[in-house]
Nanobody, 125 residues
């Protein structure tokens, strides 16, 4: 059974930083693709970032490029989303997602097979 467990959300002031964690179990990670999405109240879930577990490449939404970074820890089977220079518009529930394998880094939620429960990030102005 595949499980994705997120943690690390919270309340932060604008300009601050947070690190979200996503611990993965039950999935062969060598060819997996990992992604982060977010959903603000009243809005659709939107793509934030994606990377191959192998680290071969990554991709970011324009809204977070240069401020957010995905990294992974092989020993802990955990992927992180490091968020810097946070803005109030970054406030959302953040979801970790995984796909067993994809030829191209997916940016659509429909292309991911597994999801975490979400973690709230609130950025105050």
């Amino acid at each position: 059974q595949v499980q994705l467990v997120e943690s690390g959300g919270g309340l932060v002031q604008a300009g601050g930083s947070l690190r979200l964690s996503c611990a993965v179990s039950g999935l062969t990670l060598s060819r997996a693709v990992m992604g982060w999405f977010r959903q603000a109240p009243g809005k659709d879930r939107e793509f934030v970032a994606a990377m191959r577990w192998s680290g071969a490449n990554d991709y970011y939404a324009d809204s977070v490029k240069g401020r957010f970074t995905m990294i992974r820890d092989f020993a802990k089977n955990t992927v992180y989303l490091r968020m810097f220079s946070l803005k109030p518009e970054d406030t959302a529930v953040y979801y970790c997602a995984a796909a067993a394998t994809r030829p191209v880094l997916p940016t659509s939620r429909n292309e991911y097979d597994y999801w975490g429960q979400g973690t709230q990030v609130t950025v105050s102005s």
